[in-house]
DNA sequence: ACCTATTTGTACGTATGTATT
DNA sequence: CAATACATACGTACAAATAGG
């Protein structure tokens, strides 16, 4: 196994005496210094090791204490949610949600296509909840000429399925697109993720009946805390 | 405005002007030292920021050329037929399938549940291209015993489609489950990205006609050079 | 509640290696 | 082959957060 730089032999190592045992889930590594001595580099080039296996999740790091193994994703299994996985499907929509904005404001270019020529728009962005953790955040466009009332409805309940309900409106996933993404610093703080984390971006087009497009939304989830799940 | 240090104040100033136009998609920014002298910092506190937009996707660098604004992600259908090649090259582009490994061993509990008790199973496992450039990589197992010829059709030719039409089957997706993941050292390697990189993961199961599960896949995509896309 | 040693984070400096142009 | 440009590696110094007395 030839290792082309000194940092990535490390990295390496070090993943291999975490996958072995050598440190357990939430243990403390040696610090800085007693490792760049074990391995006989110095300190940036340790520290450029243990900087990818953050980013990759491996590891979590605290200024002033130490850096530390990361704890066990929980990971939902598969098929044991499908209430949970079937909302996710549908763009995002979870019975715990949490209003971040409600506001009305002129269409986009984008938005104006993708929603049927609206010139206006209701967004409603927020994050969405399970058990008190966020695993997704959010933004849905829809026409606020068409829908005047949504606004109002979001704001008394953040719920964008009970909304079309009291609307009368049946709607259903027309396409979504799903691909994957390193987290921003802004999504991070959002997620209460490191920046870096692996994120699952869903852009999804829902139509009423008629298939007319009635929402646009796009939504990011933690990649380790849920997946999606489709069925045919 | 989190501008906590100076690299993350850079970080985010390059990223905005790429969002903003300055730079297109596929475009080489300045030099590392034109960057530096521009933001007044040293040529290590910007390559920080680059660093970070390298992991999160935004650039790609290349060694004695420079950094480039990375490209658009490529759009993968998911039909009822898995057909990723074909699929791919109607966008216009030359997609490809290499084989990495093929092989016949005992299945695993998983595998054998999987695949209605199948005792041994074919491991079909190699990289999906486009362009030349590697987007996925896939593992699949097939029971053995019912497609005793699977192994010899595979080394001929690294297509599962074109496996099933010479076998006579047609086969469909049953459930498709997805999340994201960041990649670990050995997936970085055989997609030629940076470890931690964010990949979004499938794990598939096909059926026949008559409903038997016949392919048990998991699959990684560069989750910034392809995109799935669902349509209903 | 405070101080202090410890530990990680940031920033700059210098040199050399390696792939591209 | 030479010049260019990114990558690695060692070094120094100080800032910021933590942990322990």
Redesign the pocket.
């Known amino acids: 196994m030839p290792k ?6 490390i990295r390496d190592a070090i993943a291999a005496d975490i996958a072995q045992g050598a440190y357990h889930s939430g243990e ?6 007693d490792l760049a001595q074990r391995f ?9 090791a ?2 990818d296996l ?1 980013a990759q999740g491996t590891l979590t ?7 530390f193994v990361a704890a066990q994703p929980t990971r939902y299994e598969i098929g044991q949610a499908p209430q949970f996985t079937r909302d996710i499907q549908q763009s995002g929509r979870f019975a715990e949600k949490r209003a971040d904005r409600i506001e009305v404001r002129q269409a986009t270019a984008l938005e104006a296509s993708l929603l049927n020529g609206a010139q206006n728009v209701v967004v409603f962005e927020g994050t969405g909840l399970i058990d008190g953790v966020p695993v997704s955040w959010f933004s849905s466009k829809f026409d606020a000429d068409r829908f005047p009332d949504l606004a109002q409805l979001f704001s008394e309940k953040p719920s964008v399925s009970r909304a079309w309900k009291e609307l009368g409106i049946t709607v259903h996933r027309s396409r979504t697109d799903i691909n994957a993404c390193n987290a921003d610093s802004l999504m991070a703080q959002r997620l209460a993720v490191p920046a870096g984390r692996a994120l699952l971006k869903t852009i999804a087009v829902d139509a009423d009946e008629n298939g007319q497009p009635v929402e646009y939304g796009e939504s990011w989830f933690v990649g380790d805390r849920l997946t999606l799940s489709l069925s045919s």
């Open positions: 082309l730089t000194l940092w990535t032999a403390k590594l040696p610090r800085e210094a006989g580099v110095n300190r940036h080039t340790l520290r450029r243990l900087h953050v790091s605290r200024r002033g204490a130490g850096f």
